[in-house]
Structure formats: C-alpha cells, structure tokens
C-alpha cells in the first residue's frame, strides 16, 4: 500500500532489535537522543541485505535464546563489540 511505518520507543534503541526492524523495512525509529548516535552508527554499518537475511534466519528458530546468539553474533561480525549489553 505504499505506507511508511515508525517505531518509536525502547525497542528502536535495542541494537539486536534494530537489526530486525530495519531487515522488516522500517526506516524510521524513535528514541531518545542519548540513544541515538548508538543506533545511527549501527545502521550506517548494517548493510540492508544483511539485516534481511538476518531476519529470515530468526524466522526459522525456534526460541529466543538462539535468536539473541544469532545477533549477538552478527553485531561482533560487523565489529560492533561495544553495542552488545
């Protein structure tokens, strides 16, 4: 339908989260601005194709502690150590 689509809350702040949101296409979130050079950077790094097949993968698992692992370790692929809490 040619909608645009935002999130704004904790949600758009979480860096594995982010990768999700941004491979279902939602290109705008909001936050509060401390949180917001953090998230910038990654989806600067994060190539979108990426973050698509990211979200393919999580879609196939079956719980969250093997969806956390599979961010987790894209963030330390991308070499963005300091964003994992």
Known sequence: HGLRLSLCGEMASDPMAVILLVGMGIETLSMSATK????????RTLPRRMAEAKLDQCLQLDNVQDIRALL????????????IK
Do not use: A, F, Q, V
């Not at 917001?36 to 989806?43: H, T």
């Not at 330390?76 to 300091?82: A, V």
């Open 72 to 83: 987790h370790s894209t963030l330390l692929k991308l070499g963005l150590n300091e964003l």
């Open 36 to 43: 917001l050079p953090r998230i910038k950077y990654l989806i």
